[in-house]
C-alpha cells in the first residue's frame, strides 16, 4: 500500500525494492528518508536502506544508528544506514511498518541520527570531510 503523505525527513519506512536487479538491493527494506519534500518532485524522495548486518569493512559512508528503531526488531539490535546506497524512489514504493491488523506506524530517527546519516551521504559522494 504505497504512502499518500509526503514523509519528512528521518522518517524510517519500509520500502519495496521488488523489480530491481542484482547487485541493487532487490526486497522489502527499512529506509530513512534523508531529503526534505523539494518543488516540482512531490512523488519522489531520497532514501538511505538501513540493514541489521555490520559492514565487513567500516566505512564512512556506513554509519550506525543509535538504536534500532524498527518496531519488529529489539531496540538495542544493531542498525547501519547504508549511505553508499542512496536511491531516489516514488512514493508508490514507500509503506509504514505494519503492527496491527489495520494500524501502521512511522518512527523518526533522532535528529542526531539524520545528521550522521547526511554526514555519511556525503561522504558517500565523495563531498565529505572524512
Not at 526534505?36 to 518532485?41: A, D, E, F, T
Not at 508508490?92 to 551521504?121: C, H, Q, Y
Request: hydrophobic share 45%; glycine share 6%; charged share 20%.
Amino acid at each position: 500500500m504505497p504512502l499518500k503523505f509526503h514523509p519528512r525527513a528521518g522518517a524510517l519506512l519500509v520500502a519495496d525494492f521488488r523489480g530491481f536487479e542484482p547487485p541493487e538491493i532487490c526486497k522489502r527494506r527499512p529506509v530513512v528518508v534523508v531529503s526534505p519534500r523539494l518543488p516540482n518532485r512531490g512523488d519522489l524522495v531520497a532514501v538511505v536502506p538501513t540493514s541489521t548486518t555490520a559492514p565487513i569493512k567500516q566505512l564512512p559512508y556506513h554509519v550506525k544508528l543509535s538504536q534500532n528503531y524498527a518496531p519488529w526488531d529489539a531496540p538495542d539490535d544493531g542498525v547501519w544506514a547504508k549511505c553508499d546506497l542512496l536511491m531516489n524512489i516514488s512514493l508508490k514504493r514507500m509503506d509504514g511498518f505494519k503492527v496491527g491488523k489495520r494500524k501502521w506506524i512511522t518512527p523518526a530517527i533522532s535528529a542526531a541520527d539524520l545528521e550522521n546519516v547526511r554526514a555519511g551521504v556525503l561522504a558517500a559522494l565523495g563531498f565529505g570531510s572524512h
